[in-house]
DNA sequence: ACGTCGGAGTTGACGTGTCAATTCCCGGAG
DNA sequence: CTCCGGGAATTGACACGTCAACTCCGACGT
């Protein structure tokens, strides 16, 4: 990786701070672009698909809320109110008392099934298609470094 | 599902798909923990902090809302809550009458100095120390890349 | 059996972002 | 001068995320 550059902790140099303010400011504004496109398509925020994800991925369209906290990766109380105001819109559904999971509802399967195929068409276009084979593979080698660097202890 | 031969609009495959997710969801999570060690250090969050830096950029420490909302890239009416509150708060003062512009104060002027010299610091060790030469420099082209896709009409 | 401890889940309060009005101000037409 | 149109700026209502309580329930030791 990269090697010790003189001070130890010193100022990133202009060029570096002018690709990232490029590259924080792009990746933002693609995730904001793919957020109002889904609301526009299918009502749903990107919050919701992810939820509509995971549990279409589960098995018997059901997760209990921990697992399902640990497939989006979330807070628990930040799932809890997302799930609060799902199951209010009638996407899901949350099982007997206290603790025993949360389901997909059929509305729930048909809202995700439709949004899906317009929310994929979108990635590809203004990601997949947007960048070369080698960009591609480079964004992911790039994602996988930053992944390292955020859980490294000192992190 | 998917077909070998309609060309133009099918779905990403699913090495492209997981290309996507793990870079989506690594800027995701480099963006949030640069916000929350910004919050720890600043008290500021990263919306303050673009705040401060337009104004402190700007000549004479003051913008009218419309230049301000231009440089942060922000709609109107959020850039007029985030006044308001930072207002409160003093970092920030309201010239005159509805259209004069907003002003850094002092206290809004030395909250950003010492809260910028560990924010570049994060953004050193968690963005350009994490990745080589190489792919910091394909980092700035794949977001040059994505933002042309985003500006292009049909984007 | 009884207590109590701890983790899972929820709730409330509050800061924040978005959308749709609404207000304010200015410049031109009558 | 007065009226009107339109853009700039603000406001209000509501959706969302986070943090800090709080509730619930089951496991464990005695």
Known sequence: MTQERSGARRSPTGDQLRTWREFVETTDALRSRLSSRLQAESSLS???YAVLLALHDADG??????ALADAVGWERSRLSHQV??????G?????G????????TDDGAATFRRASVAHLRTVRHLFVDALTDD????????AA???AALDR???
């Open 61 to 66: 369209h059901c997760l209990r809320s921990s």
């Open 145 to 147: 470094a930053l992944r």
């Open 91 to 95: 996407l899901v559904a949350r099982q």
């Open 135 to 142: 960009q591609l593979a480079a964004a992911g080698e790039i």
């Open 46 to 48: 990107s919050s919701d």
């Open 84 to 89: 609060g105001r799902m199951e209010r819109r």
């Open 97 to 104: 008392s206290r603790s025993a999971g949360v389901a997909l």
């Open 153 to 155: 202890p000192g992190g």
